[in-house]
């Protein structure tokens, strides 16, 4: 079964400063990669998706990400948090025959500080 | 552009009633949509998938009499919570697929069940 693991619950970074999501993915043949962000009470809105082309992802909001099958990884990063950054992150994942279903994993809560 | 709404994002009912929530896909059509059901401080736990014009496909454990879903066009989709109850309280999130891997969410709709 498809699998996607955040591998922290809770991440709290300065404003200012890097932040880095983790995020691994169980290992298949051509799988498709979401992270998408969540504001508190509100839907998902999608940040960057990997589909098998380039694997550095750049999304918005200036966040990117890297797809790394050697470490079946694809961890999300941002040069500089910003306030307005804090949320609930999802790393999702979806395979192809699987009639477009996602895989959740279990959200990773971004804390920016002052 | 991918834009979905929901509607209504709010609503609080009498132990009982059933619930109709809409999901509609603005600026696509979509060929599928998902419903989704997410608890307090949770990861997002898919319902159902709707196909348009045919019936939904729900997941294992979820009530197909209990939470009628209808695709009646390529870009709406609803959801009736028929005779709710307060264990039924949560936020109901749905998405939209034109063609892809990608889903796109509406803002989601938070039922109260007194």
């Known amino acids: 079964a498809q699998s996607v693991t955040q591998l922290d619950s809770h991440v709290s970074v300065s404003e200012g400063t890097p932040v880095l999501l983790r995020c691994n993915y169980s290992?298949?043949?051509?799988?498709?990669l979401f992270w998408y962000v969540q504001h508190p009470n509100k839907g998902l809105q999608l940040l960057l998706k990997y589909t098998s082309a380039a694997t550095l992802v750049k999304g918005i909001n200036g966040f990117e990400a890297e797809f790394k099958k050697s470490e079946t990884s694809f961890h999300l990063t941002k040069p500089s948090a910003h306030m307005s950054d804090a949320a609930e992150y999802f790393c999702?994942?979806?395979?192809?025959?699987?009639?477009?279903?996602?895989?959740f994993g279990t959200g990773t809560r971004l804390q920016v500080t002052l | 552009g991918a834009v979905v709404s929901q509607h209504p994002s709010r609503v609080i009912c009498k132990s009982g009633t059933s619930v109709k929530i809409e999901c509609r896909s603005l600026d696509f059509q979509a060929t599928t949509m998902f419903w989704y059901r997410q608890f307090p401080k949770q990861s997002l736990m898919l319902m159902a998938t709707s196909n348009e014009g045919s019936k939904a496909t729900y997941e294992q454990g979820v009530e197909k009499d209990k939470f009628l879903i209808n695709h009646a066009s390529l870009t709406l989709s609803t959801l009736t919570v028929t005779s709710a109850h307060p264990e039924d309280s949560s936020f109901y999130i749905c998405?939209?697929?034109?063609?892809?891997?990608?889903?796109?969410f509406g803002p989601g709709t938070r039922l109260t069940v007194l």
């Open positions: 290992s298949s043949y051509s799988p498709s």
């Open positions: 998405s939209a697929r034109e063609t892809g891997e990608t889903q796109y």
């Open positions: 999702v994942v979806t395979y192809t025959g699987t009639a477009s279903k996602l895989t």
